[in-house]
């Protein structure tokens, strides 16, 4: 089994930073994609930024220029960099990782727990 644990959630000031660490265990090959998604109160979970094993990135419009992901492949560790947080960049972030599990090349698809951020205006 795959598990994934995120860190580096909290309060923050708006126009701050903060930097989400997501720790992926268990029988893992190699990294197919992973990502960070969020979820406000009352709203859908919205993609934030994905990464391929590759380095291909993918970024939701609301955070482009303000976030960036990045993946330490060998550690199976995605990082998300925020900065110029904005109160609407509140809400649980989600970690999201589709791992190679075995040799014939079957994905897993797993869920972080979540991490609380909070932007304060």
């Known amino acids: 089994q795959v598990q994934l644990v995120e860190s580096g959630g909290g309060l923050v000031q708006a126009g701050g930073s903060l930097r989400l660490s997501c720790a992926a265990s268990g029988s893992i090959i190699s990294i197919n994609a992973m990502g960070w998604y969020r979820q406000a109160p009352g709203k859908q979970r919205e993609l934030v930024a994905a990464?391929?094993?590759?380095?291909?990135?993918n970024y939701g419009d609301s955070v482009k220029g303000r976030f960036t992901i990045s993946r330490d492949n060998a550690k199976i560790t995605v990082y998300l960099q925020m900065n110029s947080l904005k109160p609407e960049d509140t809400g649980v972030y989600y970690c999201?990782?589709?791992?190679?599990?075995?040799?014939?090349?079957?994905?897993?698809?797993?869920w972080g727990q979540g991490t609380q951020v909070t932007v304060s205006s």
């Open positions: 999201n990782a589709d791992l190679v599990v075995n040799y014939v090349g079957r994905v897993s698809s797993s």
């Open positions: 990464i391929t094993g590759g380095g291909s990135t």
